[in-house]
């Protein structure tokens, strides 16, 4: 079945950095864009970027663009999120889903990043 | 940006008893491939989003037949024929007609 694993949560200081990672399985993993999405303590669903499957084209919300970088490993069958600059609005659970023609259709459970001095 | 606006945000309801969430945007989701990209997300507690409906209407795998999504154009409509106590948590709207993808506030149903 399809798994969604993140990783690479954790406390950091504003104006500091952290990489998430999303190992996946279950699926072709090559074969599908994948999404970001987070989700501040007690409040919704934000969007945050999407990678095509092969990596060619890449969407960023305005409120991260420029500061997050999406990547992908097809070889390694993980998806990245490079995330410099932080600041305390970005403290939030991350999920990684995938992607099946427009439609976010598995997600993971999420990961917790905390940015605070 | 395309909003996503929820009604209601709160939805008590007694078990047995139907339940109804409207999703209205800002602007239409048809996309121009004909599709229309609005689907609709539960969130339990605790626990990550799980896709329920896609392309307004559309069941996902292995969710129950009491969920029902309608609508075309602005407005969309999620329906619970008889709510049973696992429906308790946050329903979400979502398009991805067009970047960047956006989200209703959420509308948290609950057990009278």
């Known amino acids: 079945q399809v798994q969604l694993v993140e990783s690479g949560g954790g406390v950091v200081q504003p104006g500091g950095s952290l990489r998430l990672s999303c190992a996946a399985s279950g699926f072709t993993f090559s074969s599908y864009g994948m999404h970001w999405v987070r989700q501040a303590p007690g409040k919704g669903l934000e969007w945050v970027a999407f990678?095509?499957?092969?990596?060619?084209?890449?969407y960023y919300a305005d409120s991260v663009k420029g500061r997050f970088t999406i990547s992908r490993d097809n070889s390694k069958n993980t998806l990245y999120l490079q995330m410099n600059s932080l600041r305390a609005e970005d403290t939030a659970v991350y999920y990684c889903a995938s992607n099946w023609g427009g439609i976010l259709d598995y997600w993971g459970q999420g990961t917790l990043v905390t940015v605070s001095s | 940006d395309i909003v996503m606006t929820q009604t209601p945000l709160s939805s008590p309801v007694t078990l047995g008893q139907p339940a109804s969430i409207s999703c209205r945007s800002s602007?239409?989701?048809?996309?121009?491939?004909?599709?229309?990209?609005l689907s609709w997300l539960q969130q339990r507690p605790g626990q990550p989003p799980r896709l329920l409906i896609y392309?307004?209407?559309n069941r996902f795998s292995g969710v129950p037949d009491r969920f029902s999504g309608s609508g075309a154009g602005t407005d969309f409509t999620l329906k619970i024929s008889r709510v049973e106590a696992e429906d308790v948590g946050v329903y979400y709207c979502t398009q991805a007609t067009q970047f960047p993808y956006t989200f209703g506030q959420g509308t948290k149903l609950e057990i009278k």
């Open positions: 392309k307004i209407s």
């Open positions: 602007q239409s989701l048809v996309h121009s491939d004909g599709n229309t990209y």
């Open positions: 990678i095509r499957y092969d990596g060619s084209n890449k």
